[in-house]
């Protein structure tokens, strides 16, 4: 009998497939098709909703209570939308300590007021021991629409802006777990892209946060949806040492981590260096780059290159398969 | 060390508590701190959020993937709005059967579109054996506000309307699981609120759905709302042969058993006999009955008296602790 297996939550293409094919098909209607971050409701409503399920729930530079805020307002910045409201379901394993939940709440406050949004609607629900694992968290987010992507606007010459380092947040998981032995010290990225919301109003075409499946399964999402490859430079990706570093030592290509405090971002080419000069001016943009462009002479459509640095070209295929569980 | 224990998912008293004092004054905002069912927005959104972790995943009469959409789209009916959309939030076990995940999605499309609700946004995790029990289902949802329960204008002489009888939700759950050696022949009366919308136009005061807690938590909540004692009469209320047959067996109160298709309203004394034909009229409401009303002559604000069947009155107390986990 055909079982569900742990690598349908990796984010990568097996999950995209599995929620393309099982789950879409059964609500067919055009917004959720659409499989955007949020969907777009009549009266310029977005809606998006994110379980958060991160093992553990406590981690360098943030908690699960962070995480759950952030990753719902960044769903709901990069469909093109100011985030508003938050619902908050718990799902807590009975035998988590009060002092955790308290500390999770208070985090989730403190991260609901520095993104600016309200937590108006809640749930909670207690399983036994072995039913859960401490903490489950689901918000669901509502927001007003400003924009919205126009990637059939996308022309080679357009520049892809990454906000800032790879893969902390992964990084930072993973050494709190203790896998691999690894002592790095590593805080998650894990913050709000409120910042990126002007932008919208400035020319920008496209925006993902880069989150499961990392920098290279989402722009080959891109993609699909662009008549043109794209191309980016391995030399221009901003990396922090402890990532390289973590990355080298484990074998593990961090164009396939995920951040939560990171986007992409897809910008006419005439507009980048404006662009780029202003994120770089927000702490949480500081180290942006131009990571390369939508290219109109090298590769083919559907084609996402990386220029490495030794100078030859390489094709990046989507995640397949989990490569972290419980990242987010 | 204090830890989160069982009982405080109960939908009883200790979970209100744990709610009002936990939960709320983390995220201070008037908003939460009603504490209805659903949150009315500005723009005349309601927002509202639920999980739903019931064991088994399947019973009589339904499917965790029925109650996901009920439950949330009834949460706005007795808020006052029309449910329009709904999110889609599962946390999938590893291990869980394709078959059975096939079964529900199916499931929740067909209370969706009975409902008239589309299912516009979704997340999917997946977590290892052991960390979660086949599934759990976040579903949060929206709906166009149309009215607003006005507990403010209740007076003596308002009636109780019951849309159904009570208890065979949690009946279907407890003989779906084996409890008891119970061996009923009994159907969850899941099912969507959404016929008892009309009467927001017309006079309706106050309505709420009967879910964890049962009919005697929730009046009783009531009762902390308005300044006059609410009285039912034990002999109006509607009961199926199994759920009394079952009650009694077992000695358990059906005051205190979770619905999830039934509501209680409050109506003007005038408007009673009207609204209650109208009711009676639907399928979802032919056994409903005026089974008591605000009282004026006995006893005291803040109470909630039952009239027994040999004619004495009992107080009646909200659910203080667990009577029935993962109910919903």
Chains 1, 2 share one sequence.
């Not at 002592?183 to 932008?199: G, M, N, W």
Request: aromatic residues 4%; proline residues 6%.
């Amino acid at each position: 009998m055909k079982k569900i297996s742990l690598e349908l939550g990796s984010g990568g293409k097996s999950m995209r497939d599995f929620i393309a094919r099982t789950i879409v098909p059964a609500f067919k209607n055009p917004m959720l098709a659409e499989l955007l971050d949020a969907s777009h409701l009549p009266g310029r409503i977005a809606f998006t909703t994110d379980s958060y399920v991160v093992d553990p729930i406590f981690f360098p530079g943030g908690d699960i209570g962070k995480l759950a805020v952030n990753g719902t307002v960044n769903d709901l910045v990069v469909s093109g939308a100011v985030p508003q409201y938050l619902s908050l379901g718990l799902i807590l394993e009975e035998g988590l300590e009060w002092n955790a939940l308290e500390k999770i709440l208070r985090s989730l406050k403190a991260a609901a007021s520095r993104a600016r949004v309200e937590i108006v609607a809640g749930d909670t629900k207690v399983v036994k021991q072995g039913q859960g694992d401490k903490i489950y968290i689901n918000t669901s987010g509502i927001g007003k629409v400003i924009a919205k992507p126009r990637p059939k606007l996308i022309r080679p010459g357009d520049k892809l802006i990454l906000t800032g380092t790879l893969g902390e947040h992964s990084l930072a998981i993973l050494t709190a777990r203790g896998d691999f032995g690894l002592e790095a010290r590593v805080q998650s990225d894990c913050a709000p892209l409120t910042f990126l919301l002007p932008f919208w109003k400035n020319g920008l075409l496209w925006m993902r946060d880069i989150t499961r499946g990392g920098l290279a399964t989402i722009l080959s999402e891109l993609t699909e949806q662009i008549p043109y490859p794209l191309l980016i430079e391995e030399d221009e990706i901003p990396l922090s040492k402890a990532v390289q570093a973590a990355s080298e030592l484990l074998g593990i290509d961090p164009l396939y981590l995920a951040c939560e405090g990171r986007a992409v971002l897809v910008v006419p080419g005439e507009k980048t260096h404006d662009v780029l000069a202003r994120i770089k001016k927000n702490p949480l943009g500081r180290k942006a780059a131009i990571i390369g462009q939508v290219e109109g002479k090298i590769g083919r459509p559907g084609e996402l290159l990386l220029r490495t640095s030794a100078g030859g070209l390489r094709l990046l295929e989507p995640l397949s398969s989990e490569l972290l569980p419980r990242i987010c």
